[in-house]
């Protein structure tokens, strides 16, 4: 087998580890990493915690004949850290181990990483190969480097509509519930996706209205951070208000929040898309026809798959390819 085809197998199971760390590892990236010795993994690991052993430490750690470290090639889904945070730097430990060959799938944008790590491996003596799967590496950890190359939170839209193309029926007064959309399970699956986001945010018109929780009932995992765009009345410190989307974003940026879920109604959805502020939707379409309503949002970009759950339908959309 040809050596692109061999790196590309094994940068294939970093990425199957990687994912492993998807509820614990933020704000740090995903990070997986395998070590092979003569055609065969020896050790592997993942990034699990924010906090924690990197990939890389866990990985060499699992390796239970280390005399083989010194033949060996490790593969990692993101360039080795070359700086001190709260574990030691990645590429240290590589060169210390004596492994001598080492394969990158993307760099690590962050300023104190940036091509650091690759240029210490190779002051040292190691073989370092980069670029490996590097669209899938970089598409893994796409929250984590849009967050550090735009300086704003990765954003996701989401919003359920009827097949005819309203979010909801005309509300006459605040006493009129909104529509349901959403079943049992794709209920399950927005949880799912609040889980997975360090923030969620509505406008001050959903908030009033619907006074929602915006908390995680039916997934395993933390709620999110919650922030209400606009001008409203909170009720408890615990939620972030903010008078426009740029603000919100800045604040949220500082703050070192990477995933934000937008939730609201159509006109703060909508103030997302005209200002560009977004990187993915999620449109739930349920089977039902209103016939009039709240029109939902106008949107872009590149459908990247369509989910049948149940008689819904679930369309991923992406801004850029």
């Not at 999110?224 to 615990?238: K, M, T, W």
């Not at 934000?260 to 200002?275: K, N, P, S, W, Y």
Request: one cysteine or more; a positive charge; aromatic letters at 6%.
């Amino acid at each position: 087998m040809e050596q692109r085809k061999i790196d590309e197998q094994f940068m294939r199971r970093c990425l199957q580890l990687a994912k492993c760390g998807r509820m614990g590892a933020a704000p740090n990236p995903m990070v997986g990493a395998v070590v092979v010795c003569d055609g065969r993994i020896i050790g592997e690991g993942y990034h699990r915690k924010c906090g924690e052993a990197h990939a890389e430490v866990n990985a060499i750690s699992t390796v239970t004949q280390p005399h083989l470290l010194s033949r060996s090639t490790i593969y990692v889904s993101l360039e080795p850290c070359a700086h001190y945070g709260k574990t030691p730097p990645c590429a240290q430990l590589i060169i210390d181990k004596g492994i001598p060959m080492v394969v990158v799938g993307c760099r690590d944008p962050f300023a104190k990483v940036d091509g650091r790590g690759i240029s210490m491996l190779r002051e040292a003596g190691c073989e370092v190969r980069v670029g490996v799967l590097e669209k899938e590496c970089l598409w893994l950890n796409r929250r984590f480097i849009t967050f550090h190359t735009q300086h704003r939170p990765y954003v996701t839209l989401k919003w359920a509509q009827s097949e005819d193309g309203y979010i909801d029926r005309l509300r006459l007064d605040d006493s009129q519930p909104p529509v349901r959309f959403s079943t049992s399970v794709t209920q399950a699956l927005v949880h799912k996706l609040r889980a997975e986001h360090q923030a969620i945010l509505v406008g001050h018109r959903t908030w009033e209205l619907d006074n929602p929780s915006l908390n995680v009932r039916h997934w395993a995992g933390n709620s999110p951070l919650r922030v209400v765009l606009g001008h409203a009345s909170v009720g408890n410190g615990d939620v972030l208000t903010y008078p426009t989307r740029e603000e919100a974003l800045a604040d949220l940026w500082t703050r070192g929040v990477q995933s934000l879920l937008v939730e609201g109604g159509r006109e703060t959805l909508q103030g997302f898309i005209d200002a560009g502020l977004w990187d993915e939707a999620h449109i739930e379409t349920a089977p039902i026809r209103l016939g009039s309503g709240t029109k939902a949002p106008k949107i872009g970009g590149r459908i990247g798959k369509k989910l049948l759950i149940g008689d819904n339908t679930l369309t991923l959309i992406y801004k850029n390819s």
